[in-house]
């Protein structure tokens, strides 16, 4: 069973893209985090004392450059490329010039008929959580295909690590875009 390990690293307000269920960020970052999920019951299961709110990543209601960080904790895996595409424009545009879009997912070979499931342990700056996700959809998804949606929105990728089917992917804003489509 595959093992991620998250240290608790960034500094100032950090937007989670799809933070409620398990809500990993909110519970390693408490207060720095606004959460936003689509369903209001994941949002009340994420044990954190993280701001949560209804929202829809592809149409976020906060100002330009108004986060020093986005972090996405599989849950690109939850939606099609057009609409992950949409998510990554609308976090860049969120983001402050310099900073960080972290995306953690896994490589989806298929997820149709049969469900995709990746059960993780997940080591969240010193606190344990033991989780399964899923999804069953059509499609697939790479770490190169993420890669290549975050470059089209004008991030630069910093650094990448790869283990088991799974991706850590992160990213920057340049310090002379404000985000601005």
């Not at 409620?20 to 720095?32: A, L, N």
């Not at 010039?97 to 989806?108: R, S």
Request: glycine letters at 8%.
């Amino acid at each position: 069973m595959p093992a991620i390990r998250l240290s608790k690293n960034l500094k100032g307000r950090i937007l989670d893209l799809g933070g409620g269920g398990e809500g990993v960020m909110g519970q390693i970052y408490g207060r720095q985090v606004v959460a936003i999920d689509m369903l209001q019951e994941e949002l009340d299961e994420a044990p954190c004392e993280c701001e949560k709110l209804v929202m829809d990543a592809t149409a976020l209601d906060f100002s330009d450059a108004s986060f020093d960080h986005v972090t996405a904790f599989f849950t690109l895996m939850y939606m099609e490329a057009a609409t992950q595409e949409k998510a990554v424009f609308e976090a860049e545009r969120v983001l402050k010039p310099n900073g960080t879009l972290d995306i953690w997912d896994a490589d989806i070979p298929l997820a149709y008929p049969e469900p995709f499931l990746i059960t993780l342990d997940i080591d969240a700056a010193g606190k344990p959580i033991h989780t399964t996700y899923g999804i069953q959809k059509h499609g697939t998804q790479s770490a190169a295909g993420i890669t290549a949606m975050c470059k089209s929105a004008g991030l630069h990728l910093r650094e990448t690590a790869r283990r088991e089917g799974l991706f850590h992917l992160s990213f920057q804003k340049s310090e002379n875009r404000m985000g601005f489509h």
